[in-house]
């Protein structure tokens, strides 16, 4: 059974929905990887075998918690920069239980409204994150965010914020969660003239975009992915080319359900120029260098690009700008372990 939290704060013009995860990252050792059959290096999701290792890491060692989740994330940093608390809103399903206080209270020192739909008697998503030298092995139990409900949003002070914000943000992942929530968005922010930025996330996610059915992207304005995303995606769709400018330009220029403006698309490179497509245009953006020295964690590069890129969106700023501050975003967030960040920007 499912209930939901009543602290809604009902303020907010950027809109995330997707997968709330607490991420409990510590500096570990050979013997706890070793008694759970870890590779220093590594991603995988929990078993059975795993469950009791967030409380070891909580109770043995010195973790720190941080609010995660790819669409959390980038929440986090747009809300980061855009300074101003409940600026940005943030829904997700989580368990009833420590996990969820420690998540809220982490997210909410940043600014971010998160407004949880809490189900009694599952576990909050949890990933666990253990650094040994340069090595990160991650362990992910993802819980109760496989259970959001679309009824959450027929809440009176749910619909609330969701008639107060102006853009939404939602993440592939979310995708196979509820896609009966997803559409009730699009389809209020089409008819509301509001603006809809979506996120390939993944190569096996691709598919439900190019779903000729369920055609997801009629509804969306913004869609970000990386070059495997892009390349998968154009497979998908039938697209003609192997060029990553061509899969942009062909993916913009898709039909669209709001005319009232132009969709952007950004497929990232790593290193290598992002790119970008808008108005029957493709640009290629340099991607400015972090010394190798300074990277710690590459993980949440990609959603503190997308924070970055929506903080100056939700200002009304030239897509350059945008482009430029996720650029500035992503390079902050690199130095640091997980999707973290200074106390205060310096982006100007």
């Not at 050792?29 to 409380?55: C, F, G, M, V, W």
């Not at 559409?183 to 603006?195: F, R």
């Not at 691709?206 to 009629?218: R, V």
Request: hydrophobic share 40%.
């Amino acid at each position: 059974m499912a209930t939901e939290e009543n602290n809604i704060v009902p303020e907010g013009i950027l809109l995330g929905i997707g997968n709330p995860l607490l991420d409990i990252l510590i500096s570990g050792d050979k013997a706890l990887l070793d008694e759970y059959n870890l590779l220093p290096n590594n991603a995988i999701l929990a078993t059975e075998d795993h469950r009791s290792i967030y409380e070891k890491m909580i109770d043995k060692y010195e973790p720190a918690f941080l609010a995660g989740g790819a669409t959390q994330n980038s929440i986090r940093v747009a809300q980061w920069l855009l300074k101003r608390p409940g600026t940005t809103t943030f829904f997700g399903a989580v368990g009833d239980d420590k996990y969820k206080d420690i998540l809220e209270e982490t997210a909410r020192k940043v600014g971010v409204n998160v407004c949880y739909y809490v189900h009694k008697g599952m576990t909050t998503g949890r990933c666990g994150a253990i650094i040994t030298g340069e090595d990160r092995s991650l362990v992910t139990e993802l819980g109760a965010a496989q259970h959001f409900k679309s009824e959450f949003l027929e809440k009176p002070e749910s619909w609330n914020l969701v008639e107060k914000a102006k853009y939404f943000y939602i993440g592939g992942f979310f995708i196979p969660v509820s896609i009966e929530s997803i559409l009730k968005l699009v389809k209020h922010a089409v008819t509301t003239n509001k603006t809809v930025i979506m996120n390939l996330h993944a190569t096996f996610l691709c598919k439900y975009y190019a779903d000729p059915e369920l055609n997801l992207l009629q509804y969306v304005d913004v869609l970000f992915g990386n070059g495997d995303e892009a390349a998968e995606f154009s497979k998908l769709k039938g697209f003609p080319t192997k060029d990553i400018k061509e899969m942009a330009r062909l993916t913009a220029q898709l039909p669209k359900l709001n005319s009232s403006r132009k969709r952007i698309v950004v497929f990232t490179q790593g290193r290598a120029p992002t790119i970008v497509a808008h108005d029957g245009k493709v640009t290629e953006v340099a991607v400015v260098p972090v010394e190798p020295k300074l990277i710690k964690d590459t993980n949440g590069c990609g959603d503190a690009f997308v924070g970055g890129f929506l903080s100056q969106l939700v200002k009304g700023k030239p897509l350059s700008e945008c482009l430029r501050c996720g650029s500035y975003a992503s390079r902050v967030v690199i130095q640091h372990f997980g999707c973290n960040f200074p106390p205060e920007p310096d982006f100007k």
